[in-house]
């Protein structure tokens, strides 16, 4: 696959996404746009498109670090127990503070996110089998016991429809500033970029490392706080979006290798595209109504995922 | 030079170096032996600063390899070890290319690529330089590592057992590289070898190692002695001179 192809396809389905909807708004319209298809397309429509694309672009690329950084291409923000503890951190702040702002359930559910994801590395440490499907099922019940956690907290205070709201991706709700807060993604995946070559490094290992003069730790934290941040972000605005920092990066390594500075750009692009993609069918699928992003992401990925699971040797996995 | 000053290492009390002192000149192969559990591995680790020392002193011509900076000690000193554990994708020239990184960081200029354009050459990897690395044979591998570590350029190269899983044909050519490595470009080579014979035939110093403590030092021709391998092995070993070559014989 070619850079141009998903830049094609992403231009594709970005006009798609946008002249998508109940209210009757096509490309013919564009140049003498009523006050009602104005308001739809600033207030609704791009935001919705931006959000899509940050969102499918940078949890594919935090999926890449993690798999990087822990060595294994199974472990991504939905088998780290990273999207379970940034939950379990907005659930805090929401406790803590009835009036949180947006930042502030963001930097809570942050560092709700790095804790987690750093008590899994420590895991990850001390486990001896260190089998490449092992390891994230590790995670996953590492995540389903933060996540049980949480709903217990929730049932005790009554805020487990809150809670749904960040069990499920959707982009629905997406509106003008309710989705700002996700753009603190761009410049900190503008630093993975910057990064990417010391990324890779550690991902050869510590020794490997240590014998480049990388200050191996160092990096290794850079990468993990840049992945708790995004996903935080994400999941805040738009709620859980699984298996896509599973995927997309193995799809990427299939046919591009691992190199990050070679594998960054494809990786954002698909994941972007990827999602897009999934949107538009889960508006189309049930019109006028729509099935939220983390069901279709969901269902589509996890066939994905078993797909590259039975097929890992071939690639090279 | 390399100097190890009264070097101590401990596991959970329990002692895998203890009291090293060891001088190592330039533009020599020197070879470390001894049985499994020797301290041959962590000795040449500590020097290349992978692990951290208990105590004693360790320089790489004067300067403390602990109070020097890592990007410093990486243009110095290089080590390789086990190089089946790389799990990513990587093309041999990517490999190569990361060997240019304490001079660049990553950003590759005009000098690294021809650096690591030389680095391949040697190696003759130029055919298959963008192939991946896990398609490659062992010897292959073993090859674009040491390509690597040519492009690191640096005077001291450290390597942990190179020969592992190699067949003969390929522990011959890696063996010949390293030294050519030391004759042509001057370059000065420490090795933890399991092959006592490669280590008498390619090397100009031996470190026989046993529980931690230098057993012998010197000149390879000193070390491969009947009395001395019975000291290190506990075994009775034949010394055979061949063509001038002193072969062990073990079996």
Known sequence: MKIWHLVTLLILFSFTSVFLGVTDLSPKHIFNLSETQQQVLLTSRLPRLISILVAGASMSIVGLIMQQLSRNRFVSPTTAGTMDAARLGILVSLMLFTAASPLLQMTISFVFALLGTLIFMKILE????????????????????????????AYQNDLVQNMSSWMQGDFSMIMSGTYELMLVSIPILILAYI??????????????????????????????????????????????????????????????????????????????????FCDIIGRIVIYPYEIPISLTVGVIGSAVFIFLLLRRRKYGL | ????????????????????????????????????????????????????????????????????????????????????????????????????????????TKVDEEKIDEAIDYMELR???????????????????????????????????????????????????LRNLVNEMGKTILLVIHDINFASC??????????????????????????????????????????????????
């Open chain 1, 126 to 153: 001390k486990v001896k089998f260190k089998d490449a499907i092992f390891i994230p099922l590790i995670g996953l019940m590492f995540g389903n016991i933060i996540s049980s956690i949480s709903t217990f907290i």
């Open chain 1, 195 to 276: 990064f990417a070559n010391k990324f890779t490094i550690a991902g050869m290992g510590e020794d490997f490392a240590k014998n480049l003069g990388l200050n191996y730790r160092q990096v290794v934290n850079i990468g993990l706080v840049i992945s708790a941040l995004v996903t935080a972000s994400v999941v805040l605005t738009v709620g859980v979006i699984p298996f896509l920092g599973l995927i997309i990066p193995n799809i990427v390594a299939i046919y591009q290798g691992d190199h990050l500075k070679r594998t960054l750009l494809h990786t954002a692009l698909l994941g972007a595209v990827f999602v897009l």
């Open chain 2, 1 to 108: 030079m390399v100097k190890l000053k009264n070097v101590f290492k401990a596991y959970n009390q329990r002692k895998v170096i203890e009291d090293v002192s060891l001088d190592i000149e330039k533009g020599t192969i020197t070879s470390f032996i001894g049985p499994n559990g020797a301290g041959k591995s962590t000795l040449v680790s500590m020097i290349s600063r992978l692990i951290s020392k208990d105590d004693g002193a360790i320089t790489i011509d004067g300067k403390d390899i602990m109070q020097t900076k890592n990007n410093e000690m990486a243009k110095k000193i290089s080590i390789l070890k086990q190089t089946n554990a790389v799990n990513l994708k990587l093309t041999i020239r990517e490999l190569v290319s990361f060997g240019r990184f304490p001079y660049s960081q990553g950003r590759l």
């Open chain 2, 127 to 177: 055919d298959i330089q963008d192939k991946y690395l896990d398609e490659l044979s062992g010897g292959q591998r073993q090859r674009a590592h040491i390509a690597m570590v040519i492009a690191q350029d640096t005077e001291y190269i450290l390597l942990d057992e190179p020969l592992n899983n190699l067949d003969m044909r390929h522990s011959v050519q890696i063996m010949k590289t």
């Open chain 2, 202 to 251: 390619y090397s100009d110093h031996i470190v026989a190692l046993k529980d931690g403590k230098i057993v012998k030092q010197g000149r390879t021709c000193d070390v491969i002695d009947q009395c001395v391998l019975k000291d290190i092995y506990d075994m009775d070993i034949d010394i055979k001179e061949i063509d001038e070559r002193k072969i062990c014989v073990y079996f």
